[in-house]
T-cell receptor, first 114, second 113 residues
């Protein structure tokens, strides 16, 4: 089966611009998670979708971040406007059951805001 | 709140030598514990996980980990390291249900000839 696909793999944007990250989960996986790793820090949870509904968005840093999951399939994470501290690697993961049993992660999107 | 500590930021081992990566967690109940590995340009790959039962867990690529409740630890081991094991390793803790995983900061492993 195809894995979790994220694109772009890299993105360099200027402060104040908008960037949209996309994640295609494994087909049939209802759970989709976004995580972020800022340089030198731990991987931190951003939010969790169950199908098209946001189950938990407690990790979203502020209202510049907007996540959507169209029809319970792919998900997008938009950052608008981007700030320097948003730089990092954004990971997406999906799972068929509850996430506590281990997710399948994508390769991540490395975002650099200059 | 759950937390995970990986005390070693960077470890260098010789090829063929044994490896142990440390992980300590903080959680009030029995946790679900995971080790993930990230090779350059790759995503996070699950090495092994512990939910219950036998405290010594076998994973992929010859890795194993031992859950020690008394020490709140879940250290990752491999008896003989290969150059291809050079990567970053993450320990994570979760609970039942849909609560998100909490990750440690990671340990970068370098392998020298």
């Amino acid at each position: 089966e195809a894995g979790v696909t994220q694109f772009p793999s890299h993105s360099v944007i200027e402060k104040g611009q908008t960037v949209t990250l996309r994640c295609d989960p494994i087909s049939g996986h209802d759970n989709l998670y976004w995580y972020r790793r800022v340089m030198g820090k731990e991987i931190k949870f951003l939010l969790h979708f169950v199908k098209e509904s946001k189950q938990d968005e407690s990790g979203m840093p502020n209202n510049r971040f907007l996540a959507e999951r169209t029809g319970g399939t792919y998900s997008t994470l938009k950052v608008q406007p981007a700030e320097l501290e948003d730089s990092g690697v954004y990971f997406c993961a999906s799972s068929q059951g509850t996430g506590a049993y281990g997710y399948t992660f994508g390769s991540g999107t490395r975002l650099t805001v200059v | 709140a759950q937390s995970v500590t990986q005390p070693d930021i960077h470890i260098t081992v010789s090829e063929g030598a044994s490896l142990e990566l440390r992980c300590n967690y903080s959680y009030g109940a029995t946790p679900y514990l995971f080790w993930y590995v990230q090779s350059p340009g790759q995503g996070l790959q699950l090495l092994l996980k512990y939910f219950s039962g036998d405290t010594l867990v076998q994973g992929i690529k010859g890795f194993e980990a031992e859950f020690k409740r008394s020490q709140s630890s879940f250290n990752l081991r491999k008896p003989s390291v290969h150059w291809s094991d050079a990567a970053e390793y993450f320990c994570a803790v979760g609970t039942s249900g849909n609560t998100p995983l909490v990750f440690g900061k990671g340990t970068r492993l370098s392998v020298i000839a």
